[in-house]
């Protein structure tokens, strides 16, 4: 199995888990060709703008992604992760 293929497997595992344990607004996965980051990337839009909820931090940190820095918006947090 190819490197890009078990990077596709990590992030979409890692997002079925996000939208699976917090409330979301949106939950994609980015092709690095449709990221700005250039890498499979977890893109989500979380309800609440508390910051990013340990169980995102942990899903994330399982599938070894990066948290990338992004602002929150209103109520909602954003949150990019890269492999």
């Known amino acids: 199995m190819s490197c890009t293929v078990e990077e596709r497997k990590r992030v979409r595992r890692a997002a079925r888990a996000i939208r699976d344990e917090v409330a979301t607004e949106s939950v994609d996965v980015l092709a690095p060709s449709a990221s ?48």
Not at 49 to 63: Q, W
């Open 36 to 83: 700005q980051y250039g890498e499979w990337t977890l893109d989500a839009v979380l309800r609440g703008s508390e910051g990013v909820p340990p169980e995102v931090l942990r899903e994330l940190a399982l599938a070894g992604l990066t948290l990338q820095p992004t602002p929150s918006q209103a109520e909602f947090q954003h949150v990019a992760a890269t492999v």
